[in-house]
T-cell receptor, first 111, second 111 residues
Framework: NAGVTQTPKFRILKIGQSMTLQCTQD?????MYWYRQDPGMGLKLIYY???????DKGEVPNGYNVSRSTTEDFPLRLELAAPSQTSVYFC??????????FGSGTRLTVV | EDQVTQSPEALRLQEGESSSLNCSYT??????LFWYRQDPGKGPEFLFT???AGEEKEKERLKATLTKKESFLHITAPKPEDSATYLCAGPDSNSGYALNFGKGTSLLVTP
């Protein structure tokens, strides 16, 4: 049972480039979330989804987009990367609202 | 505005020296208070959920308690392997689905 799988683990982007952070879960969870974690700032919610085809913005959605075409996958798209998007990104899923299972994270640097 | 505040930011203990971490919250209509453990370079790992004042939960050397305004994570006779960042979270009243995380307490237990 893999749980929540995030790829890639590390990535360096140049300013203005785009990329997609992948997130897949094999637990048949309805709820999925994207957070970013910056040093000393805690986890901030970017986007969340309560099921396939349903997504909504969290606290810090600017510069990001998501889609949820299947229960398993919840990719996060960065368009026109900026240095402010340098962070560690975590995907999480849950069966009920709050019992999160987190992935191992993607460490992104924008230079 | 929902707020989850953790203290202290960092804590250094000798092995066997018991202590407590604090989490205070201002979440209206609290529907659970959550504790997670995060090791360096990894995603947070779920520890406990507490739903009502007076509730207590234990796991090995950790015991979480909840009052009407705060939660404590008590660590009894800690070992070096308990070194980690401990995160507290409460439900986000805006989304109704996601969690708001505190900034965490970084615990270091030395032999």
């Amino acid at each position: 049972n893999a749980g929540v799988t995030q790829t890639p683990k590390f990535r360096i982007l140049k300013i203005g480039q785009s990329m997609t952070l992948q997130c897949t879960q094999d637990m048949n969870h309805n709820y999925m979330y994207w957070y970013r974690q910056d040093p000393g700032m805690g986890l901030k919610l970017i986007y969340y989804s309560v099921g396939a085809g349903i997504t909504d913005k969290g606290e810090v959605p600017n510069g990001y987009n998501v889609s949820r075409s299947t229960t398993e996958d919840f990719p996060l798209r960065l368009e026109l990367a900026a240095p402010s998007q340098t962070s560690v990104y975590f995907c999480a899923s849950s069966y009920t609202n709050y019992g999160y299972t987190f992935g191992s994270g993607t460490r992104l640097t924008v230079v | 505005e929902d707020q989850v505040t953790q203290s202290p930011e960092a804590l250094r203990l000798q092995e066997g020296e018991s202590s407590s971490l604090n989490c205070s919250y201002t979440v209206s209509g609290l529907r659970g208070l959550f504790w997670y453990r995060q090791d360096p370079g990894k995603g947070p790992e779920f520890l406990f959920t507490l739903y009502s004042a007076g509730e207590e939960k234990e796991k090995e050397r950790l015991k979480a308690t909840l009052t009407k305004k705060e939660s404590f994570l008590h660590i009894t006779a800690p070992k070096p392997e308990d070194s980690a960042t401990y995160l507290c979270a409460g439900p986000d009243s805006n989304s109704g689905y996601a969690l708001n995380f505190g900034k965490g307490t970084s615990l270091l237990v030395t032999p």
